[in-house]
């Protein structure tokens, strides 16, 4: 099993750029989120899915749109991007009941 | 509402000295409890979980954890640190299907 991945490793946009930030994971989960971790914050949520068809809002959407079309896959756009969205982004998926997250190795975005 | 407080920012510790992380958690109902860690430029890695039963729990790279109801705390520990074990520690609450709590993260630095 590939577990978590991510691509692309790296990006850097200017403000305005869209773009869309992948997410697979083969083990699967019914449930997918995303983070954002900024320095001396930790990591907050946000958006995440119970399953194929069905997302939420987590703590910090504002800027980010998510969809879920297959179990497998839980893309995060960028749709107008901005400095404030400079951050490492990190996907994870979990099985219930257990719920332990497994997380993928992260996409470092910069935008200037 | 609930969460997670991890009240060092920065520790330092020798190689070969123990080492204790506090992590303490704010959560309505009986939580699970997770300590993840996180390697510079790296995912998060699992460490070891709490769900029920014996309050000690042993994980990965010679770690153990004690949860403890009364003071709300589930703590971090190892008996002899490594200069491999300097990372950043995250202790987690969950609960399914949509609630996932990090704390903000200890940095560790071990001395030579």
């Known amino acids: 099993n590939a577990g978590v991945t991510q691509t692309p490793k790296f990006q850097v946009l200017k403000t305005g750029q869209s773009m869309t930030l992948q997410c697979a994971q083969d083990?699967?989960?019914?449930?997918m989120s995303w983070y954002r971790q900024d320095p001396g914050m930790g990591l907050r949520l946000i958006h995440y899915?119970?399953?194929?068809?069905?997302?939420d809002q987590g703590e910090v959407p504002n800027g980010y749109n998510v969809s879920r079309s297959t179990t497998e896959d839980f893309p995060l756009r960028l749709l107008s991007a901005a400095p404030s969205q400079t951050s490492v982004y990190f996907c994870?998926?979990?099985?219930?009941?257990?719920?332990?997250?497994?997380f993928g190795p992260g996409t470092r975005l910069t935008v200037l | 509402a609930q969460s997670v407080t991890q009240p060092d920012i920065h520790i330092t510790v020798s190689e070969g000295a123990s080492l204790e992380l506090r992590c303490n958690y704010s959560?309505?109902?009986?939580?699970?409890l997770f300590w993840y860690v996180q390697s510079p430029g790296q995912g998060l890695q699992l460490l070891l979980k709490?769900?029920?039963?014996?309050?000690l729990v042993q994980g990965i790279k010679g770690f153990e954890a004690e949860f403890k109801r009364s003071q709300s705390s589930f703590n971090l520990r190892k008996p002899s640190v490594h200069w491999s074990d300097a990372a950043e520690y995250f202790c987690?609450?969950?609960?399914?299907?949509?609630?996932?709590?990090f704390g903000t993260g200890t940095s560790l630095t071990v001395i030579p």
């Open positions: 994870a998926s979990r099985p219930p009941p257990y719920n332990e997250q497994f």
């Open positions: 083990m699967n989960h019914e449930y």
């Open positions: 899915s119970v399953g194929a068809g069905i997302t």
């Open positions: 959560y309505g109902a009986t939580p699970y």
């Open positions: 709490y769900f029920s039963g014996d309050t």
């Open positions: 987690a609450v969950g609960a399914w299907p949509n609630q996932f709590y």
